[in-house]
C-alpha cells in the first residue's frame, strides 16, 4: 500500500511557473514507477510525465520543453516543475504510483493522490 499527497497547486498568470510536490508514504526510488497525470472535467486523465525506476524520464508531446520531473529519494517526494505554462495547462493534476517498471503513459498505476488543482488564466 502507497499513499500519496500532492501539493504545490494554486491561479498563475500565463507564462508564469508552479512546481508541484508528491509525496509518498514509502521510499519508491529505483524501485517504482512514478507519474504526473492531468485531467479536466468531460475528459479523459491524460499523461504528463513518468519516470521510471531507472530515472528515465517520458513526457506529454504538450509539453514541450516546458515541464520537468524529478525525485527527491531522502524526502520520499516526486516533484514536476512546471514553466511558461498556459491556459490550457488548467486542470487537477494527479500523482500515480505502480511498483515496477513503467509501461509508457499505458502504465497501469495502482495508487494514486487526491490531486491538485493548477489553474492558469490569461
Known amino acids: 500500500q502507497m499513499t500519496l499527497v500532492e501539493s504545490g497547486g494554486g491561479s498563475v498568470q500565463a507564462g508564469g511557473s508552479l512546481r508541484l510536490s508528491c509525496s509518498a508514504s514509502k521510499d519508491f526510488f529505483r524501485s517504482w514507477c512514478m507519474g504526473w497525470f492531468r485531467q479536466v472535467p468531460g475528459k479523459e486523465r491524460e499523461g504528463v510525465a513518468i519516470?521510471?525506476?531507472?530515472?528515465?524520464?517520458k513526457f506529454a508531446d504538450f509539453v514541450k520543453g516546458r515541464f520537468t520531473i524529478s525525485e527527491d529519494s531522502a524526502k520520499n517526494t516526486l516533484y514536476l516543475q512546471m514553466n511558461t505554462l498556459e491556459p490550457e495547462d488548467t486542470a487537477m493534476y494527479y500523482c500515480?504510483?505502480?511498483?515496477?517498471?513503467?509501461?509508457?503513459?499505458?502504465?497501469?498505476?495502482?495508487?494514486w493522490g487526491q490531486g491538485t488543482q493548477v489553474t492558469v488564466f490569461p
Open positions: 500515480g504510483a505502480r511498483y515496477g517498471w513503467c509501461n509508457d503513459f499505458l502504465t497501469n498505476f495502482q495508487f
Open positions: 519516470i521510471d525506476k531507472d530515472g528515465t524520464t
